[in-house]
DNA sequence: CACCAGGCAAGTA
DNA sequence: TACTTGCATGGT
């Protein structure tokens, strides 16, 4: 799968530059919401300099939804923002590499602890920000999956995660690459009403 | 006009 | 446990 996707649409460059916080801010805004409208959001954000910890820490909600405004669902993702900051404030002193410095479970387990954070979100910070291997599962995943007879369409997960993570070396890198083309090919050729003419992956026939 | 986008939590039965 | 629903903007 991953050679396949590879060679048809090359290396994604997933979540270059930016800083970790950037990054788990955007990991957030980006829930259920196109990446183009997180990136105005963000925009917003670094331009009045709100791009920290402690700065999204003080500044209100209400305002903070006005800010986020264009990633959508912004007075639910505003709260969310408040309660990511709030955990690393209180159990962190702020500070992201402390978090970032524990193993991947007890990471995961904090990230998890934070109300609106779910799985999705949690791996994504913990492999695009932390930069270690934890394999992220989305929708497209699912349906990549299913759609190719490899899983049960109610496979949950941790059973999809975990059939991904026995199945290769926990190399951050990899995972990084692996998630995005997944993203990459579902875009064109894994919405809900399916249209997978010239996918990539039909060596498998499910087209 | 309908449908979609890098989910999650809370409510219902 | 197993569904459903609310959340919301901006692009196609």
């Not at 209400?62 to 959508?72: F, M, Q, T, W």
Request: proline share 4%.
């Amino acid at each position: 799968m991953f050679n396949l996707m590879l060679d048809r649409f090359g290396p994604q460059h997933w979540w270059p530059g930016d800083g970790p916080f950037e990054m788990m801010v955007g990991a957030i805004l980006t829930q259920n919401t196109n990446w183009t409208n997180v990136e105005k959001a963000l925009a917003r954000l670094k331009k009045d300099n709100l791009l920290s910890v402690s700065e999204i820490y003080e500044v209100s909600t209400e305002k903070l939804a006005e800010y986020i405004r264009p990633a959508g669902y912004y007075n639910l993702k505003s709260k969310r923002l408040k309660n990511l900051v709030g955990m690393l404030v209180d159990e962190y002193e702020g500070d992201i590499s402390m978090l970032f410095n524990e193993d991947i479970d007890s990471q995961r387990m904090t990230l998890l602890s934070v109300k609106g954070i779910g799985p999705e979100t949690a791996d994504s910070i913990i492999l695009y920000a932390a930069k270690k291997p934890s394999f992220v599962i989305d929708t497209y995943t699912y349906r990549i999956m299913s759609r190719h007879n490899m899983v049960d369409e109610q496979v949950t997960y941790d059973e999809l995660q975990n059939l991904f993570m026995e199945s290769l070396e926990p190399d951050h890198g990899l995972f990084n690459e692996f998630h995005a083309l997944i993203v990459r090919t579902g875009k064109d050729y894994c919405k809900k009403v399916p249209k997978c003419d010239n996918c990539p992956l039909n060596i498998w026939g499910s087209d």
